[in-house]
């Protein structure tokens, strides 16, 4: 959600894109190859539904430059706290270790997502140290540099426009019908954008900036 941003949270903003953008620099895997992730829960899916408001379907996602890593729905009635977390985040490593052995291997992996309080408690912190797994910063109040929110959503909603569906079950097969239709190449683009929109904060000094400015 967009909001008035204080003069901190600018510098937040700002500051996050900095050092990712000077990792970026300093790190060939990263410019090129590296496994970035961003988990999404999208009750959005709900939009495409019959009008009955008891057909909806959450889903969590993590994807890199190649693809889809790990995916599942959330079980109806399941709140997505940190003991469901943790869970979902142990099924994505062990995706990580079959889908991307080189990345687990070495443990060049990174994980990015946003500050909710499921991915912010302290049991989720507990089970990121002990396995290792570094976490990309994210600023708060900032889609515009989520890449769930400014690639994977966006294609999803425009693929599931106007399409009206009578159960959960029809929700989650054409989700996953849609996801099957993303190629590596938009997943390397997606990439691509967010370094430009890191950029595109850093000119205009932690504020809220619209659209993508193109290669």
């Known amino acids: ?17 900095l050092d990712l953008k000077e990792n970026a620099a300093n790190d060939p895997e990263t410019k090129t190859q590296s496994s970035q992730w961003k988990s999404w829960g999208s009750p959005q899916r ?18 890199d430059q190649k693809g889809i890593v790990h995916k599942e729905f959330v079980p109806p009635g399941q709140t997505v706290n940190a003991a469901f977390y943790v869970k979902v985040l142990r099924r994505l490593w062990e ?23 499921a991915h912010a408690a302290l049991l989720t912190r507990w089970f990121l140290t002990d396995n290792n797994m570094t976490v990309v910063p994210h600023p708060p109040y900032s889609p515009d540099l989520a890449p769930s929110n400014f690639f ?47 950029d595109r904060c850093q000119a205009s000094e932690g504020e809220y900036f619209e659209g993508d400015a193109g290669p």
């Open 152 to 198: 994977l959503f966006p294609e999803l909603k425009m693929k599931l426009k106007v399409r009206r569906f009578q159960t959960v079950k029809e929700i989650q097969a054409e989700l996953q019908a849609v996801l099957n239709t993303l190629r590596e190449n938009d997943f390397q683009e997606c990439f691509k954008n967010w370094q430009r929109r890191w």
């Open 46 to 63: 709900k939009k495409a539904r019959q009008v009955r408001s008891n057909i909806k379907s959450m889903s969590i996602c993590f994807f």
């Open 1 to 17: 959600m967009l909001r008035l941003l204080s003069v901190d949270q600018k510098h937040q903003r700002l500051d996050v894109c």
């Open 95 to 117: 995706n990580v270790q079959r889908k991307r052995p080189d990345q687990w291997q070495n443990n060049t992996w990174l994980l990015h997502h946003d500050n909710v309080p």
